[in-house]
């Protein structure tokens, strides 16, 4: 039986689950968005939303206790072939992630059903991302542009004889 055992073991050690759950936090918070199982989804949401409440609260002490938790990853990015260090996923938590759910009480990830699954064992995948994110990343994405209303004309003596086959005549227009 199964009494008060509280999380997955997903096939792996204990050591491999801490890290697995570290890694996965670490890049859904520098990603803001990941693909993964279903399962190891709903082992992570916990946790990272743990993390964004200690990031709500902004003090040092929680600070080190993020960075406990998570560790201090470093974010890469690539610029002209060469990796550029661009920040720290703690410093990314604490100045971008903190405050953007300071109005919010929690519920700071969603997880959504994706129709594909994986490859070699045929796992449901899903797509774990934070809450709010969309917005800005569809104004970085999608282009938009402005929807001009088409004017329609009236016709002119010119344009309906021409529609009707006639010449129009030189003498009213003069």
């Known amino acids: 039986m199964r009494h ?7 096939g792996r050690t204990s050591e491999h689950r801490i ?18 199982t279903i399962e190891k989804a709903k082992e992570i949401k916990p946790f990272a939303e743990k993390l964004i409440t200690l990031a709500k609260k902004g003090t040092l002490s929680a600070r080190r206790r993020a960075i406990s938790l998570l560790g201090n990853r ?15 996923i703690i410093a990314k938590l604490f100045s971008e992630l903190g405050p953007r759910y300071l109005d919010r009480q929690g519920g700071y990830t969603r997880i959504v059903r994706l129709s594909l699954r994986r490859l070699g064992d045929n796992g449901k995948l899903v797509l774990l ?3 709010g994110q969309e917005e800005s990343s569809n104004k ?3 282009r938009v542009v402005p929807k001009v209303p088409v004017k ?9 004889a021409a529609e009707s086959g006639n010449q129009p005549d030189d003498t009213s227009s003069q």
């Open 4 to 10: 008060r055992v509280a999380n997955r073991r997903l």
């Open 19 to 36: 890290a697995m759950r570290r890694n996965m936090a670490a890049s859904l918070f520098e990603h803001e968005r990941i693909s993964t």
């Open 74 to 88: 470093d974010i890469v990015g690539d610029e002209d072939g060469k990796t550029v260090k661009q920040g720290t």
């Open 129 to 131: 991302q934070l809450v």
């Open 140 to 142: 970085k994405r999608k």
């Open 152 to 160: 329609h004309e009236e016709p002119t003596d010119v344009q309906e």
